[in-house]
């Protein structure tokens, strides 16, 4: 638990949904993994996504232990595999890509094997469901994820495919909702409001299924969610341009009125205004015609990188320039830039003559590297805060919160704009907002009280103006964000 000393705290941007709302096939192809071997993947992520008994003795970490966070991120992938196995039903076995994708696996490896040593040969033999059967089929399917992982490795490093390491990420979402629900409640219990945004990537990736789970029937668990915890948990629905009925399911949404705002992602392959493809700019520029009046709030993703439709390239459209066209129209649109533009210029030395330097952001393009040299996202964020009168933006995986030295440039840079304030339209302290991105920080080993980092920056003695910001910081600016004040004390 942590030692947060902060009376009241919003957390504006979590996740609780599992791998059964994400087209998980599309993601691994747009990755590098091939069909076959992304089709038995799906097939087994699937099997123990949701309705798995975790207690089982055999494996090695409950979602029930109170220690569950501090356990799984010392766990090494492979051991994390070990136990996806484990938990694996074992008629997954039984199914014709499976075994497909083992034998050839097995062929590769040994390419003089018999054909009576395939597996599917061998498991013929074998009495099904018998211990004989489970041992020889979890040890294959192991060594076959475990090489699945490597090579997955040697294509980050081969520039082929993301830097992002999605492991960690995918086996922590095998659990069902409330498991996730629970460990987050757990792990922040001082977190007085989650507000949870849900993902449509259905249809965003040009290979693979969309996801296990129905749509609506992700909307149903989600409003569920907010029926049983109260203002506990606020929601925003997704917008999704290649989804036909999309602006359907959110105003349907808000007629119910379970969900507070519009989660909308340009990493998965669109932008805010003038999109290249007419579809996606008709269908966006109807959402912006009803919801763009500032009575909705707007939440999206502001990196050059992220969860990409196509890796390391779709991320560009998360641009916050493209914003900055979209409120020439809308100008009274309210939307929080999430990740305040990403890590790039606010950890980065400070320099009062040059608040956001210029660096080399790499993309990759059809197989090859392409560097540019660019402004910090962050840059364009502050300028945008600060100009209109409904732009925030937080904190939300800013993966340098544990280094102190980049710690103390953020600290510096954000006290020297705070001094700024009075200059501006709009005061940035009354517009940067706390969030933590809350569960994808599992990848990168920040999930542990993510946001008592922020409390000792904002209690910094050496910088009044961020002592002065705490609150709003925390949650006043979330307040007026929401337009919900009376429902958060």
């Known amino acids: 638990m942590s030692d947060n000393n902060q009376n009241s705290i919003v957390d504006i941007h979590t996740h609780i949904f599992n791998l059964d709302y994400l087209p998980i096939e599309g993601i691994l192809r747009a990755n590098g993994i091939g069909k076959i071997l992304a089709k038995v993947l799906t097939k087994i992520i699937s099997a123990v996504t949701g309705n798995t008994d975790f207690n089982r003795e055999e494996i090695r970490l409950s979602f029930e232990d109170e220690n569950y966070t501090q356990k799984f991120m010392k766990m090494r992938n492979t051991e994390l595999l070990e136990d996806m196995v484990l938990r694996m039903p074992i008629q997954v076995i039984d199914d014709k890509d499976t075994q497909e994708a083992l034998d050839e696996f097995l062929e590769l490896n040994e390419p003089t094997l018999e054909k009576s040593e395939r597996f599917s040969e061998k498991i013929k033999l074998m009495e099904p469901n018998s211990e004989e059967y489970k041992f020889y089929s979890r040890e294959v399917m192991l060594d076959f994820l475990n090489a699945t992982l490597n090579k997955s490795e040697s294509n980050r490093k081969a520039k082929r495919s993301i830097d992002f390491d999605y492991i960690k990420w995918f086996l922590f979402m095998t659990g069902n909702e409330q498991k996730i629900i629970n460990i987050l409640l757990r792990e922040y219990r001082h977190i007085d409001h989650f507000v949870f945004h849900m993902m449509d990537a259905d249809y965003l990736f040009k290979k693979g299924r969309p996801s296990k789970m129905l749509f609506s029937k992700q909307i149903e668990n989600m409003e569920a969610v907010i029926q049983k915890y109260g203002d506990r948990f606020i929601g925003f629905i997704p917008f999704n341009p290649n989804r036909k009925k999309s602006l359907e399911y959110i105003s349907e949404a808000f007629t119910r009125g379970y969900f507070k705002g519009i989660k909308f992602y340009p990493p998965l392959g669109y932008r805010p205004i003038d999109d290249k493809n007419a579809k996606y700019k008709e269908r966006i520029d109807e959402l912006f015609k009803k919801y763009g009046d500032g009575t909705v709030p707007f939440f999206t993703h502001c990196t050059p990188s992220g969860f990409e439709s196509i890796p390391n390239w779709s991320g560009r459209n998360a641009n916050p320039i493209y914003w900055e066209e979209r409120l020439k129209i809308n100008l009274n ?157």
Request: net charge negative.
């Open 333 to 489: 649109l309210k939307v929080c830039l999430g990740h305040a533009g990403g890590d790039a210029g606010w950890f980065d030395d400070f320099n009062e003559n040059d608040i956001f330097p210029y660096y080399n952001q790499k993309f990759i393009k059809d197989g090859k590297e392409i560097i540019e040299c660019i402004r910090p996202y962050g840059k364009k964020v502050y300028e945008l805060c600060t100009t209109y009168k409904n732009v925030y933006c937080e904190v939300g995986f800013l993966a340098h919160n544990n280094d102190p030295g980049k710690l103390n440039n953020f600290k510096k840079r954000m006290e020297y704009l705070l001094s700024k304030d009075s200059q501006k339209n709009y005061a940035f302290g009354s517009k940067i907002m706390y969030g933590s991105d809350w569960h994808i920080l599992y990848n990168e080993g920040l999930e542990d009280n993510y946001d008592d980092a922020y409390n000792a920056v904002f209690n910094d003695s050496n910088y009044p103006n961020l002592n002065k910001a705490k609150s709003r910081f925390f949650v006043e600016n979330a307040k007026s964000y929401l337009g919900i004040e009376e429902a958060i004390v």
